[in-house]
């Protein structure tokens, strides 16, 4: 958590120095807080919070309440929103720890101003620790035998020997002098532990000077081979990126290695023994000075090592939690984003070999039209009937664009559809054919949504539907889908799923917001993800207008079951009607905006409809002149951007790579070759391409630019289509190194980074890259250097001595 630095003053109660409860001083606490996270002011939080609680969804805040919050964005708000979950959190806990010390009677004036200044809420745990409610422990039982007395005579007597001032308290519950002193032993130590301010030091020192240590458990080097490179594994816990992390722990989880988390044992381990014996006091040499040294030895080993050892994992697991949700957050939008082909009669093809590749036609609606099953492979190697189906379809139907999934016998298929569109009559049309990532279909095949929307269609039919409404549309497609299933993240399934969850869920209710939403074309699932709709209103709409038609009007949504004035302000702006009585309505202007829209239509003195998509009927006009109590000059400017270009889409032009003609396999890949290609998936050590040889490629980050790169994604995002060089090929382990750099040397050489660089390395694909469909088909990535070679387009990691462990396994699998 970023560290914020509290004003005490207004956090305080003067009256009883307790902090202030109030829900108002609560509220401006957090305000404060969140505003210097998110670089903004505390206005602006409240403002948002009062949204937010309001019932108003994040796309609707962002989109058309800018003059509310001064303008805060997507981003802002969703930080913003998980930031108020974690300080209310804090904020309840809080009041609880003062009224249990309260109710104790121990609260004193600086407890209550530390309670106050705690940040965190580790921090606040280790305020509360001396005064929480404790099983019986070894301290109470010395105590209870009169021990606490002998603890403070060695203390202020140190001259004398403890075993002599021991001798004392030797009595039928203590026999023995040792047993004495071993009682004192366990108070101290049990009195340091709950020490806020050695606690904190001991912590930020161990954040500072740990090391995260894997060591082989002895026999299980043949079970866990995948884990070889952390079999003797050493780096610092601060400095360790998120995922070598997870892979050490999925090691450990699986019992494969052992993990440690503390400070090097020479020196390290003696400097924070030095600190606990610091809060005591021990610079001297006299007998109770040498006691009190061995209290903090054994502190150290029994306590500190522990307790500390078991925070620092928590923060390493949440830190490459974070990392990784990141991770797949950001190549799920640019997934979601990728340019649509548009609405085009579409024929899918879901290639196989045994079992047929299977072809499904959708109209430029996405509605299905027509299937089929083609078998020009192994074992019925049908090659002129399934020209002669192919010819049949493309003609019948006036395809514009044939969407091949690239999963097991893609490009062979691709080879077939290139011949057969050799052979079309003349006259026909010549359609695009295009490569489409397949990550997910069987999923969707075999969902219930799937079987509602296509209860009479094979389910392997329904993948070829998938992927050619995918190619139409890859937004409206793929929120039908898991987004896990996608296949764009790292180590998905180690991380929070709940955590994941949301952060997935945040990023496509942004991506299907910033687009927009045809509200009588869309889909339910679609629907499901505009802002204040869900998914029985989304089913309510659809029915609606199965049974009533078409949408005349945004207002006719008000006419739909269980859609109140609430849920119509928060979708109305993210949904289109094209041709519809009202132009606006195909716009993103708000209705509650139309006015003010129509105002300065009619300043230009023409029609609505001559208006929109002209620029220069706009340029005489100023904002500032139609700015009025109700919306401010960020919605004006709003509105004359989207009078300019009414509907606009935010995504890229479509575009496609185009595989080179006989490079469709491993074998045919040599050094030096320059090839077109797709980035499937980008991680924190580089990006994965596709470049139509069912393995993809790796391009470090070291080789992304001539230039060093400290982020991948400030150089491509999943779905580019990229210019690379082949720099190494590794047949047997189906490893493929490319470069996108024109000198071929490292541009990270000589710089920090969180792996070494990849001048002739290959790497694993992250967990849940794109490996081919999940079901009937290979593609299960493996990873670990001995592993057999994996099909279906999963690199995994090499062996190969140029690559460190930080890239040899940088994404461990296990599907």
């Not at 805040?61 to 998980?82: F, H, I, P």
């Not at 904020?91 to 249990?100: F, N, V, Y």
């Not at 630019?705 to 400290?710: E, T």
Request: glycine residues 8%; contains cysteine; charged residues 25%.
């Amino acid at each position: 958590m970023t560290a914020v630095l509290l004003d005490m003053e207004p956090v305080l109660d003067h009256a009883t120095a307790a902090p202030a409860t109030s829900p108002a001083a609560i509220a401006a606490r957090i305000a404060r807080t969140i505003a210097t996270e998110i670089s903004a002011a505390p206005s602006q939080v409240s403002a948002a919070v009062d949204l937010l609680d309001g019932g108003a969804t994040v796309p609707f805040v962002a989109r058309y309440r800018k003059e509310v919050t001064g303008g805060l964005d997507d981003t802002q708000l969703r930080m913003l929103s998980d930031r108020l979950t974690y300080l209310r959190d804090l904020e309840s806990r809080r009041a609880t720890i003062l009224k249990s010390i309260s109710e104790q009677g121990k609260l004193t004036a600086d407890l209550a101003k530390s309670i106050a200044g705690a940040e965190s809420k580790s921090t606040l745990e280790d305020i509360y620790l001396p005064y929480k409610p404790k099983r019986r422990t070894k301290a109470m039982i010395a105590r209870e035998n009169g021990l606490e007395p002998l603890l403070r005579a060695i203390d202020t007597n140190r001259t004398a020997p403890p075993e002599t001032l021991a001798e004392a308290y030797v009595t039928e519950a203590v026999p023995t002098v040792k047993d004495a002193l071993n009682g004192a032993r366990d108070i101290l130590t049990e009195e340091l532990s709950e020490r806020a301010d050695l606690l904190g030091k001991l912590r930020d020192f161990m954040r500072r000077e740990a090391f995260v240590t894997a060591k082989l458990i002895a026999g299980k080097d043949q079970e866990g081979a995948k884990f070889s490179d952390y079999f003797d594994h050493r780096e610092r816990w601060s400095d360790i990126p998120s995922h070598r992390a997870l892979a050490i722990l999925r090691a450990a989880k699986e019992d494969i290695v052992t993990m440690e988390i503390g400070p090097d044992s020479e020196e390290g381990e003696p400097r924070a023994i030095a600190m606990i014996g610091a809060a005591l006091g021990t610079e001297g040499q006299l007998p109770g000075d040498e006691w009190l040294r061995g209290v903090a030895r054994w502190a150290w080993r029994v306590k500190f090592s522990i307790s500390l050892y078991i925070d620092l994992l928590g923060e390493l697991r949440q830190r490459a939690h974070d990392e990784a949700i990141n991770v797949f957050s950001r190549n799920l939008k640019d997934l979601l984003l990728a340019a649509p082909a548009g609405a085009k009669a579409t024929l899918g093809l879901d290639p196989g070999i045994r079992t047929g590749v299977k072809a499904a036609v959708v109209d430029a609606t996405g509605k299905v039209l027509d299937t089929a099953t083609i078998y020009p492979f192994q074992p019925k190697m049908d090659v002129r009937g399934a020209e002669a189906k192919l010819i049949e379809l493309i003609g019948r139907h006036n395809i514009a664009l044939i969407a091949i999934g690239n999963g097991t016998a893609s490009r062979e298929t691709e080879r077939l559809v290139a011949d057969t569109l050799k052979r079309l009559p003349q006259g026909v049309k010549v359609p695009t054919k295009v490569i489409v990532s397949e990550a997910g279909a069987s999923v969707y095949s075999a969902s219930e949504l799937a079987a509602q929307e296509f209860p009479d269609l094979d389910v392997s039919l329904r993948g070829a539907v998938s992927i050619a409404r995918r190619l139409q549309d890859p937004l409206a497609e793929l929120v039908k889908i898991t987004p896990q299933s996608i296949g764009v993240g790292q180590y998905q399934h180690d991380v929070d799923q709940r955590r994941l969850s949301q952060a997935l869920d945040a990023v496509v209710e942004d991506a299907v917001n910033a687009v927009g939403v045809d509200l009588n074309m869309a889909s339910a699932p679609l629907l499901a993800q505009v802002a204040g709709l869900g998914p029985s209103l989304a089913h309510a709409i659809v029915l609606h207008r199965d049974q009533h038609g078409a949408f005349p009007s945004r207002k006719a949504l008000l006419k739909v079951a269980g859609l109140g004035p609430k849920a119509f302000e928060q979708c109305a702006g993210f949904l289109r009607i094209r041709d519809g009585a009202e132009p606006l309505d195909a716009s993103s202007v708000h209705p509650e905006a139309y006015d003010v829209a129509r105002k300065i239509v009619a300043a230009c003195g023409r029609d609505i409809r001559d208006i929109m998509g002209q620029t220069a009927a706009l340029k005489g006009l100023r904002a500032e002149e139609f700015v009025t109590g109700d919306f401010g000059l960020p919605t004006v400017r709003d509105i004359f951007t989207e009078l300019e270009k009414p509907g606009r889409d935010p995504r890229p032009e479509f575009k496609t790579a185009s595989f080179t003609d006989g490079v469709e396999d491993i074998k045919d890949l040599k050094p030096g070759m320059s090839l077109e290609g797709t980035v499937t998936n980008v991680a924190a050590f580089g990006a994965f391409v596709d470049i139509g040889v069912h393995q993809d490629g790796l391009v470090h980050v070291s080789q992304l630019a001539d230039r060093f790169v400290k982020d991948p994604h400030e150089v491509v995002k999943a779905g580019d289509v990229v210019r690379v060089r082949v720099t190494e090929v590794d047949i047997p382990r189906k490893r493929i190194g490319l470069t996108m750099r024109k000198d071929g040397n490292s541009a990270n050489d000589g710089r920090r980074s969180d792996a070494p660089t990849a001048r002739g390395t290959f790497a694993a694909k992250p967990q849940g890259a794109p490996s081919g469909k999940a079901g009937g088909k290979p593609g299960g990535s493996k990873d670990h250097k001995k592993a057999p070679a994996p099909q279906n387009r999963t690199p995994t990691p090499s062996g190969n001595s140029a690559l460190g462990a930080a890239l040899l396994d940088a994404m461990k699998k296990k599907s």
